[in-house]
């Protein structure tokens, strides 16, 4: 399912953090890591930092939605 | 258990989430991993945001119900 | 050890959730994950609201067992 | 390691548990699930409650050790 | 990578847990779950008690390394 | 995806942790374990202490990116 949004722009929530993320979907593998580039952290709707490029941990993603 | 809800209206809660999202579930994998359509997200009854398309990752559910 | 519960009234405690829920285990799988039908949930051994028919993701669940 | 304390009283420490459990380790599959008899509560060193007849999910223990 | 450490004594930091624990690895399996002895509970560098044998779910398990 | 990390200094979000890490990524394995060399823990961007060797369980990882 995630698969079909990679090149685009994603929204991830993580487990047990208040912040978000923000970022063009690079590569999904089976269990649900994904690399992001282009990263943008935000909280309450602000933003916080540039991350740039990043892995995030599959079984740590709560929620991914495409971007718009 | 899931699969039989496929096409239906949905509530799910996610772990560590004070939020709950109701939408209609389009498709589950064996992991639970579910995709889930017109999503909004609901805190102590109220309805907080329209959230659309979004997959939710299995092992982070916590409970899912038909949506009544 | 689980599946011989398999048409009996259970508590279940869930991982970071406060209350608890009571209800007829209908199924369970090799994941631990349960169908209970007529789920009542409890907060310090207070009845807070019927749920009906509901699935509960094994990995998450903390403990199960018989409701006497 | 674990299937060496069968038949023996443990002490059980759960995830996001204040509490812990204390009792006879009747049996233990692949994943750490177990199912413990004569359950006892304990917190803060104070018993709380029995809780009799129980199955613990394997990936929400923290630690398990011989109760002496 | 942390079987290179049975036999030495080892800091082991687990999921929300607030203290740590210090002892020496006596043994680690697949999945990272380890037994530990003569273990040692230390919280904000004050110990805190002993716990003597004890094994540890790998799962959740946040850090291992050796204690010099 | 993280591979390709092997032998450059990263940054490692762990789950419930509010510091983070900062070190060589000597090796990583198929669970995202990974070890790191020269461990620093930073906390609200101020250097904590050194750590030196540490093993970080894989499934509690967050958020993995090369450190800049």
């Known amino acids: 399912m995630v698969k079909s949004l990679?090149?685009?722009v994603i929204r991830v929530e993580?487990?047990?953090?208040e912040s978000e993320l923000v970022g063009k979907l690079e590569s999904v593998d089976?269990?649900?890591?994904?690399?992001?580039?282009n990263a943008v952290e935000y909280r309450n709707g602000e933003k916080i930092r540039n991350l740039g490029n990043l892995v995030l941990r599959g079984n740590n993603i709560i929620l991914i939605q495409p971007y718009e």
Request: net charge neutral.
């Open 6 to 8: 990679v090149g685009k």
């Open 14 to 17: 993580m487990k047990g953090e």
């Open 30 to 37: 089976d269990y649900m890591n994904i690399h992001i580039s």
